[in-house]
């Protein structure tokens, strides 16, 4: 039975890996967003590791653990978690025993794109996943025509120029910051 939580003032069901076995429904409410990402669902092979884009395979229990605990989500609850993924090209990776990594797209899927929480668990670091893991997030094929990609790192900015970023221009870029946002 999935677990249901509220987004965006909804009942939604969890990601958790997922809903029931080979169910066919999206797990969110967000039937005409979902619809469009399930015909865009992409798997990509490496050795033991897979990495998808089916919103249906993410282990939300997985990913909520991480990232609550991380430096840039510190604290986020498991429905703003749920809804951020909702709301993104999500892209999980996975190996033979179960997800060991993610990061996701907000996109409009012309002008800009933003790469956002992106991780490989501690055991499975060390391989280049987390390299595959951008590497394959910007190569999807319905992010090709993105004129403008950004992120946020405070400590993987090697990783990230090996893919073209760069430390943006003084004076181009602002932001608005809430750091209250995340908290109860």
Same mark, same amino acid.
Request: hydrophobic fraction near 40%.
């Given at each position: 039975? @999935?677990?249901? *939580? ?5 009942? =939604?069901? !969890?990601?958790?890996?997922? =809903? ?5 429904? @999206? ?15 992409? %798997?990509? !092979? /490496?050795?033991?590791?897979? *990495? ?26 498991? %429905? /703003? ?8 090209? @999500?892209? #999980?990776?996975?190996? @033979? ?5 993610? #990061? ?23 391989? #280049? ?16 025509? *993105? ?27 602002? %932001? /608005? ?5 995340? /908290?109860?």
């Amino acid at each position: 039975m @999935p677990v249901l *939580i509220s987004c965006d003032g909804h009942t =939604v069901s !969890t990601l958790r890996a997922v =809903v029931t076995a080979g169910s066919p429904r @999206p797990p969110f409410h967000s039937t005409g967003c979902w619809g469009l990402l399930l015909r865009m669902i992409h %798997e990509w !092979t /490496r050795g033991e590791y897979t *990495i998808s884009t089916d919103p249906r395979r993410l282990d939300l229990d997985l990913i909520h653990d991480f990232l609550s605990g991380s430096y840039w989500a510190a604290g986020r609850s498991r %429905e /703003r978690v749920a809804c951020s993924i909702e709301h993104s090209l @999500p892209f #999980g990776l996975y190996h @033979p025993g179960g997800q060991v990594g993610f #990061g996701r797209v907000v996109t409009d899927y012309v002008v800009i794109a933003y790469l956002a929480d992106v991780f490989v668990l501690e055991a499975h670091r060390g391989k #280049g996943l987390g390299g595959w893991l951008v590497e394959t997030a910007l190569g999807a094929p319905e992010l090709q025509k *993105i004129r403008v990609w950004t992120l946020g790192t405070r400590d993987a900015h090697e990783l990230y120029r090996r893919f073209g970023f760069a430390e943006p221009r003084p004076g181009v870029w602002m %932001e /608005r910051l809430d750091a209250d946002s995340d /908290r109860p």
